[in-house]
């Protein structure tokens, strides 16, 4: 007789005091932000912390320049107003991503454009992008899903033959790598975010690189008014030369992430020695489908997503209804499961309202006006679609949590799937505890 699920009144595997937080914060922490304070200078563009970030994240990367900015949204709107993206061009970017990797677009004026993704990495899928090209684009955005390195081979090659930029959509991926390179280096241009929740945590704030020396400046004018400095004094002149915005960081931001920083790769590994035992163990379970990690890539875990197949585990049931019966059913044994997209970006309501500037279609408009359609099907994107109606991400991989916290994951996965009839008698239980709907929230 199999024991008897939390969600049925059994004893949970878990408890929320099981998990530790993050960020981590250490000594090196403190001693950064105070010399920020004692310094007595919070801000400004060539403040010491935020030069100092900014060298040590090019040297990291393997860039030749970086730039600090407010967000990692800010720094994707800045890589794409720097290699000049404008009014009715397209920008190509994954289905599934978060909304910045497409607003930055319209942002700018352009129109986003999305491709659908591979089935097994949830990344772009580079056999669908020729296919979104037209005379109109200008950009890809190539996004590195929740910690994995898109597939940036093909990508670069469809870039060089039509002649497009390629700005990287890093946020999700610091230190990750392909083909042994660091995301973010490959394009044109690679962005990140430093948001609190990323593996590169600041609090908030973004990363610019690049080894474009033209595009370094562009950005640099972007990120202050797209004001002038002079050359002897280093000094702004108060004389905009192109439209810019107010996207610096921070010294406390950066301080924090230089300290982060100096973690970096040694708390990827443990997000890493997390994943791979997770992922060594949850593979045993007929019906879960652990991530997929290609040899050629260094995945980094940001997140750590798996999938349900209802076929695989031997139930006759809607995909979508057991994915929620059996996260339903974890997260009363104790575990912070969750979705995070929960559906295809294009599907959000932006994009089916097509709500632009001042409440009109506008930027969608300018090239609707010459006769060219945009829709955002549902269902145009059937790989993003079903990933989203059957994925749930494991929160609490991060450090300093260890294989002993795993250890209950798989506990708790594998309790579920030893009565997967209890769990589906469950299925619409309510037991959501946020207001948004969602178990656990990534941020
Ligand atoms: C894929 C992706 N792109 C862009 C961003 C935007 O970064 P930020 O929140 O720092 O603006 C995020 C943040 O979650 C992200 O996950």
Known sequence: MAEKLAIDGGTPVLQRSDYKNWPIITDDDRRLINEVLDS?????????????LEREWAEYSGARYCLTTGSGTAALHMALAAVGVGPG????????????????????????????????????DPSKLEAAINERTKVIIPVHIQGLPADMDPIMEIARKHDLFVVED????????????????????????????????????????????????????IRCFGDEIDEVSHRRIYN??????????????????????????ERNNTRIANANFLTQEL???PGVIPPYCPPECKHVYFMYNVRFDPAAAGVDCEPRRFRIAVEKALYKEGMLVGQWQTMPVPAQDIFQTKLGYGGSSYPWTINEAKGIKYEYGTHDYPVAKALCDTYTVVHGIHAPNGVDLMKKF????????????????????EIYPGPDGKLYGAG
Not at 92 to 113: K, R, W
């Open 40 to 52: 007595g200078i919070m801000a400004g563009g060539t403040a010491p912390q935020v030069t100092a």
């Open 89 to 124: 061009d397209e920008v190509i970017t994954s289905a599934f991503t978060f909304l910045a990797s497409a607003s930055c677009a319209l942002h700018q004026n352009a129109v986003p454009v999305f491709v659908d993704i591979d089935p097994r990495t949830y990344n772009m």
């Open 170 to 221: 890093a946020c999700q991926a610091h230190g990750a790598e392909y083909r042994g390179n660091k995301v973010g280096s490959i394009g044109n241009v690679g962005t990140f975010s430093l948001n609190n929740f990323k593996n590169l945590p600041g609090g908030e704030g973004g990363l610019f690189i690049t080894d474009d020396k033209v595009l370094l400046n562009k950005g640099m004018l």
């Open 240 to 265: 905009a030369s192109i439209l810019g915005y107010m996207y610096r960081n921070q010294e406390l931001p950066a301080a924090l992430a230089r300290a982060q920083l100096m973690h970096l790769d």
């Open 283 to 285: 593979t045993k379970i």
């Open 410 to 429: 798989v506990e708790a996965f594998q309790k579920v799937f030893a009565d997967l009839d209890q769990a589906l008698d469950h299925a619409d239980d």
